[in-house]
């Protein structure tokens, strides 16, 4: 994550120029390579797609636990009301 926010921040300070190069910005501005696009290098690039994809597959892990926590819990909470219901709870006599 610290390169993520290393890299926009690079990005950031390149993009403030004092408009000296404004002709080698409009070169650069449609790069065919997605590193090249954004502002990585190739190497960086893939790093950072592996990153991606690794915290989708633990975001996708903790979402079917917690879906599947739920689906637990829901079928749980159908059979015990499904139980005949007592009369008189016990709290709620005052005597």
């Not at 950072?48 to 979402?63: L, N, P």
Request: hydrophobic share 35%; aromatic share 6%.
């Amino acid at each position: 994550m610290a390169f993520l926010m290393k890299s926009m921040l690079s990005n950031q300070v390149k993009n403030l120029g004092l408009g000296g190069g404004g002709e080698e910005s409009k070169e650069e501005s449609t790069p065919s390579d997605p590193a090249a696009a954004a502002g990585m290098t190739r190497e960086e690039y893939e790093e950072y797609q592996k990153q991606m994809v690794e915290e989708k597959m633990e975001r996708d892990a903790a979402f079917a636990q917690k879906k599947a926590e739920r689906a637990v819990l829901r079928v749980h909470l159908r059979e015990k009301y499904r139980l005949p219901k007592i009369t008189s709870p016990p709290c709620l006599s005052t005597s």
